[in-house]
Structure formats: structure tokens, C-alpha cells
């Protein structure tokens, strides 16, 4: 089992880097390479493209390995492509995570991974206002699907695929992420933390 934290977009409605962002004084990517590692245990992951230097050195010290993404402007699944390329021969299932859901937690990365029978067809999702989504566990079979995916698309479109049977985990706080320097001051002014 490897967790992959997506860390390699522009944030263009962020207008910089937002994995770079501070909420308590920690980075929105650190924060996720810390719940994936503590889900997984070092075998973490990160993608990091836009501003790399800057990203790969907010994550000191790093569980697990990096990979860089040079076609991260052309959408979110040249990431979750070039991830799974790389780990594909020695993982069972990936569960793919997004630096900027910031409210994820390690116990609810690990409630996915509870959740999996093991089953080759079989995909975990987080539920939350209605919709699945990530943080998410692929199984193997859907490895060549992840591949092959193109433009800003993530691995959604798996989820209604008559082929992988789909468990739900409802997790409401998944449903936050920063988009915007707006929604930031808001999860930083939040009494959550």
C-alpha cells in the first residue's frame, strides 16, 4: 500500500503556491505527507512540479520518495499518471490524497485502507456533501486506468466504471480544500485546529 500526495499544481485561483501555505505553522503539503505517512508509513509518495525546489524543501524531513512532474500544467492526471507509473509493480493499491484538503486525517486515510477486502476491483472513497472523491484507494486494476488518464481529470470517473465495485467512507471534513487565499484565512480563523 503507497499513499500518493498530489502536490505539483500552479494554484492559479491561489494565485502562488499554495502547498506552501502555513495553517498552525505547518505547510498544507507537510501536513499531508504527514497524515499519508502516518496511514502508510513511509511508503509516501509526493508529486511536486510547480515551484519543486520550494515544495520538496517545506517537506524536510520527507517519508518516502519524490517524483517530478514537468507536465503539471497540462492537469491533474499527468500527477496521478506519472505516481502510479512509478510504484505500480510493487503496490497492491495507491491511495491518492490532495495536498490542499486540509482537514483530512491519518485516521481516516487508515479507515480507507480498513475498509479495503483486498479485492483487485475494489476502490475506497471518501463520501462527503453527497459526492465520493479523495482521498481514495485504487486497487491494482485500476492502475492502467490511472495511467491512462488525461487532462484535469482525477480518478472520479472510476467510481460510476461498472468494473470496480466502490465502498463509501462518509467523511464530511474531506469536503475542505484551499482554493482560494479566501479559504485559507477561513480554515486559519476556524477554531477546528
Request: glycine share 8%; hydrophobic share 45%; aromatic share 6%.
Amino acid at each position: 500500500m503507497y499513499a500518493v500526495v498530489l502536490a505539483a499544481g500552479s494554484a492559479t485561483r491561489f494565485g502562488s503556491s499554495k502547498q506552501l501555505a502555513e495553517v498552525d505553522g505547518v505547510t498544507l503539503v507537510q501536513r499531508a505527507l504527514n497524515v499519508a505517512n502516518a496511514a502508510c508509513t513511509n511508503n509516501v509518495l509526493l508529486v511536486v512540479g510547480h515551484d519543486r525546489q520550494a515544495v520538496t524543501e517545506a517537506c524536510d524531513p520527507m517519508p518516502g520518495f519524490i517524483i517530478v512532474n514537468d507536465h503539471y500544467s497540462e492537469g491533474l492526471s499527468t500527477s496521478i499518471s506519472q505516481a502510479v507509473r512509478s510504484i505500480r509493480h510493487q503496490a497492491g493499491a495507491i491511495i491518492i490524497l490532495l495536498a490542499d484538503q486540509v482537514l483530512v486525517t491519518a485516521g481516516h486515510v487508515r479507515a480507507l485502507v480498513g475498509a479495503w477486502s483486498g479485492a483487485d476491483d475494489e476502490i475506497v472513497a471518501t463520501e462527503s456533501n453527497g459526492r465520493c472523491g479523495p482521498p481514495a484507494l485504487f486497487s491494482r486494476s485500476c492502475f492502467d486506468d490511472l495511467v491512462a488518464l488525461q487532462g484535469d481529470a482525477g480518478g472520479r470517473e472510476l467510481l460510476s466504471d461498472e468494473r470496480f465495485r466502490v465502498k463509501r467512507i462518509r467523511f464530511e471534513p474531506a469536503a475542505v480544500d484551499i482554493d482560494t487565499p479566501e479559504d485559507l484565512a477561513l480554515e486559519r480563523s476556524s477554531e477546528r485546529y
